[in-house]
């Protein structure tokens, strides 16, 4: 069984900095696509960044480049989503993702088979 738990978010204020962690078990993490995803209220889910396998490629929505960097220890079955400069709009519940094997880092929620629980990012103003 495949389990993803996320960990790190929080309340912070604007310019301010987190760290996303999503300890993976049940799966060869190392050969895998990882993806970070946010839903805030309202919305729809939204991809944020995702990495391959290797870490040799990433990806991320616009808006978040220059200031998120997503990572993995693949030792650790780990991956991170090192966020910085937060401003309020990037506050939602966070969720890592399972993409396909020694797959691109795709951006459709369609092509992860399996998701964490989330975890809530609060940033005020």
């Known amino acids: 069984q495949v389990q993803l738990v996320e960990s790190g978010g929080g309340l912070v204020q604007a310019g301010g900095s987190l760290r996303l962690s999503c300890a993976v078990s049940g799966r060869t993490f190392s050969s895998y696509v990882m993806g970070w995803f946010r839903q805030a209220p309202g919305k729809d889910r939204e991809f944020v960044a995702a990495?391959?396998?290797?870490?040799?490629?990433?990806n991320y929505v616009d808006s978040v480049k220059g200031r998120f960097t997503i990572s993995r220890d693949n030792a650790k079955n780990t991956v991170f989503l090192e966020m910085n400069s937060l401003k309020p709009e990037d506050a939602a519940v966070y969720y890592c993702?399972?993409?396909?094997?020694?797959?691109?880092?795709?951006?459709?929620?369609?092509?992860?088979?399996?998701w964490g629980q989330g975890t809530q990012v609060t940033v005020s103003s």
């Open positions: 990495i391959t396998w290797n870490g040799a490629s990433v």
């Open positions: 993702a399972v993409g396909p094997r020694f797959g691109p880092p795709i951006v459709g929620a369609a092509g992860y088979d399996y």
